[in-house]
T-cell receptor, first 115, second 112 residues
Framework: AQSVTQLDSQVPVFEEAPVELRCNYS??????LFWYVQYPNQGLQLLLK??????LVKGINGFEAEFNKSQTSFHLRKPSVHISDTAEYFC?????????????FGRGTQLTVWP | EAQVTQNPRYLITVTGKKLTVTCSQN?????MSWYRQDPGLGLRQIYY???????DKGDVPEGYKVSRKEKRNFPLILESPSPNQTSLYFC???????????FGQGTRLTVV
């Protein structure tokens, strides 16, 4: 089974500052990687995903993430955050070689953007 | 509009009273899953299904049942709910393992 670690449970930041949300996974096999966002009282929606190719992936709302195979990391970044980015962010992985399509989630990082 | 619909959104029930949370998707997705979300624990998978009549346990299946008689529906059944099943539940569906999972709006269940 996969294990996903989100290193920070809470990240407070001021508006227009850059932010990085960290994600590490433990796997001996190749994986697909995802970041999801959950706004208050809503379900999760996909921010971005890495399947193959370029290790720098761009997503919605100005977010990007970089896949680092040697460090088994997939950190999420945004150069300048807005109040509206306040939400909980989840990193998730699935095994490439598995037909099961299971997603394994980290425990989440609450991003709070202050004015 | 492509969506995953869960019902009800909110439910308060008493210990031991059987309940069903429904989940329906209109995207013809093969994969469907149920998760529970608890503070500090993230999302944990309860059950998943790869197709009609094909289901398997996730990480926390105890106390839950599922069925997949039709492709679009994947109900979650609590035969005898207990207070430790108080949680926020999400249903999700996807076309395949490389593709985006679509989530429902969630069902907040309280068992007293």
């Amino acid at each position: 089974a996969q294990s996903v670690t989100q290193l920070d449970s809470q990240v407070p930041v001021f508006e227009e500052a850059p932010v990085e949300l960290r994600c590490n996974y433990s796997s001996s096999v190749s994986v697909y990687l995802f970041w999801y966002v959950q706004y208050p009282n809503q379900g999760l929606q996909l921010l971005l995903k890495y399947l193959s190719g370029s290790t720098l992936v761009k997503g919605i709302n100005g977010f990007e993430a970089e896949f680092n195979k040697s460090q088994t990391s997939f950190h999420l970044r945004k150069p300048s955050v807005h109040i509206s980015d306040t939400a909980e962010y989840f990193c998730a992985v699935s095994d490439r070689g598995s037909t099961l399509g299971r997603l394994y989630f980290g425990r989440g990082t609450q991003l709070t953007v202050w004015p | 509009e492509a969506q995953v619909t869960q019902n009800p959104r909110y439910l308060i029930t008493v210990t031991g009273k059987k309940l069903t949370v429904t989940c329906s998707q209109n995207m013809n997705h093969e994969y469907m899953s149920w998760y529970r979300q608890d503070p500090g624990l993230g999302l944990r998978q309860i059950y998943y299904s790869m197709n009609v009549e094909v289901t398997d346990k996730g990480d926390v299946p105890e106390g839950y049942k599922v069925s997949r008689k039709e492709k679009r529906n994947f109900p979650l059944i609590l035969e005898s709910p207990s207070p430790n099943q108080t949680s926020l539940y999400f249903c999700a569906s996807s076309l395949g393992r490389q593709t985006e999972a679509f989530f429902g709006q969630g069902t907040r269940l309280t068992v007293v």
